[in-house]
């Protein structure tokens, strides 16, 4: 019976690709010789248990199963793209070729709708938790964003752009940026106020991060962002640095900003197993099994 104990392995092997998506070791060369051994091993231990003719049909049946899955497994270890995660402004539109079609994300109105993929020549979906696609696993996550609005301190509208270019900046602050501040590693952005002539740094801190800083502000359940004003030579204006809670207003270096943070959504797409391939293998695989203990419950009756 040493034949399922290792089909049994790699079946575990290339679900782990469908129970934990994403992981970079599956398109480790370790983890592709580890289906490839095992798979040679299938083939060598189904050999030899022809001999055993009452379990021969069944464990053929398992293994072919258990071959199937590995194939599938493998295919997206060898051919699948790297994980990676798309994360855009509100109502924007993207083209992406791994699977061919295009993600559409909410619009500022729609906050707590879904990211949406449209496939090429087929109709559309949302992306809600997890979404399998052929061999790909959509797998939808909420970030923290900060909905943000600029004024003078007369509280005239102001225009906020791209912090290196004219090029104008959706009012949501994505934070797609990481930085290592006071030993903790924070959400960073940054943006631009050309009427004013200032560029501004944010960071985001979640609620719990502020309190651990500042135990007597811990009562305060909100999060806020940090921001910094420089002006147009990039220097730090005296005093021009404060955190903001959300839904909170604050005149910073002559710059009126009001932050709202609000979870948005994010979509990390992985290679996975073609699940047809990967379900008929696995229905193979079960019947092989039930096939060889019947067949043993027959002998031993």
């Known amino acids: ?6 089909g049994t392995a790699c079946v575990l092997l290339v679900l782990l690709q469908d129970i934990v998506p994403g992981k970079s070791w599956y398109h480790s060369g370790a983890y592709a ?13 189904t050999r030899a248990a022809r001999r055993n003719r009452e379990c021969a049909a069944g464990i053929a049946v398992a293994s072919a199963g258990a071959a199937v899955v590995a194939i599938a497994g493998l295919a997206a270890t060898l051919l699948g793209p790297d994980t990676h995660t798309i994360i855009r402004a509100p109502a924007e539109r993207i083209p992406i070729s791994e699977p061919p079609g295009v993600i559409a ?3 500022l109105d729609a906050f707590g709708a879904a990211i949406e993929f449209t496939p090429q020549g087929r109709s559309a979906f949302r992306v809600r938790a997890r979404r399998y696609f052929g061999a790909y696993i ?32 959706s009012p949501v602050l994505l934070f797609s940026g990481q930085s290592e501040i006071a030993g903790r590693t924070l959400p960073v952005d940054s943006f631009a106020v050309p009427a004013l002539r200032r560029s501004i740094k944010a960071v985001l801190f979640s609620a719990r991060a502020i309190a651990q800083m500042d135990p007597e502000v811990s009562r305060d359940p909100r999060p806020g962002v940090l921001f910094a004003v420089n002006d147009e030579r990039g ?14 207003r604050a005149t910073i ?31 193979l695989y079960a019947l092989g099994l ?7 419950k027959i002998r031993h009756a």
């Open 138 to 169: 959509f797998t939808s996550m909420s970030r923290d964003v900060a909905i943000l609005k600029a004024a003078t301190a007369a509280d005239a509208h102001l225009t906020i752009t791209q912090p290196d270019n004219s090029s104008f900046l």
């Open 235 to 248: 220097r730090l204006i005296p005093g021009a640095i404060r955190l903001v809670r959300s839904g909170a």
């Open 1 to 6: 019976m040493t034949a399922p104990i290792v």
């Open 105 to 107: 994300f909410p619009s």
């Open 253 to 283: 270096g002559g710059l009126t900003l009001e932050v709202g943070v609000a979870s948005y959504p994010a979509v990390t797409i992985a290679a996975a197993p073609y699940w047809p391939l990967l379900l008929l293998g696995l229905l």
């Open 33 to 45: 010789w580890a289906l490839i051994l095992l798979t040679a091993a299938l083939v060598w231990r």
């Open 290 to 296: 039930a096939l060889a203990l019947r067949r043993l």
